[in-house]
């Protein structure tokens, strides 16, 4: 594998690792806010943040490649909003796609043609999850962070649906 992209999907698994560990730290906050379908919602999507770093570190030692773990920082426990914690949220995935599409610029660059057909799945899985996020904070904006509304699309998250969507299970 060449050594460029070696280092570059290692250090991709660092955004990969905290987005599990925030998006778990927001379940909990979630949890004590008595959004159960939020949590789970959040829940969902820090068990599949786990799975795609996997899916990368399997990749690399199917090559026979050293994966490089990485020190992740203490997430934070606490936000202002469901709103501005969606809106991490979908910060946090466009940050990804870009760091995707960096890889996959790599991968080309390298003519490494099994990088390519991983990376192609993550281009994929990335519109889905920008998608899904913008489709919640639409909701959001709609019903504001209070009252029966909020209460209304926690309920759709409880029932695996996103502005009418469903929900695919971590980890598909």
């Known amino acids: 594998m060449n050594p460029e992209l ?16 925030t998006y778990a730290a927001m379940s909990h906050w979630l949890d004590l806010n008595d959004l159960p379908g939020f949590a789970s919602w959040m829940r969902d999507q820090s068990t599949e943040e786990l799975a795609h770093a996997q899916k990368f570190i399997d990749h690399l030692l199917e090559r026979d490649q ?6 992740i920082a203490k997430p ?9 914690l969606v809106t991490e949220v979908h910060e946090s995935e466009k940050l990804v796609t870009k760091a995707i599409s960096d890889l996959c610029d790599f991968a080309d660059k390298a003519r490494d043609r ?3 057909i991983l990376l192609q799945w993550f281009v994929s899985e990335q519109v889905e999850e920008e998608n899904m996020v913008q489709a919640l904070l639409g909701r959001l ?16 998250l409880s029932q695996g649906k996103v502005a009418g969507a469903m929900i695919e299970p971590a980890g598909e």
């Open 76 to 84: 934070p426990t606490k936000w202002e909003s469901v709103t501005a």
């Open 66 to 71: 050293h994966p490089v773990l990485p020190a």
């Open 114 to 116: 099994p990088a390519q």
């Open 6 to 21: 070696l280092q570059a999907i290692n250090g991709h698994l660092e955004l990969e690792f905290e987005a599990f560990y």
């Open 141 to 156: 904006r709609l019903v504001g962070d209070s009252g029966v509304g909020l209460l209304m699309v926690d309920q759709e």
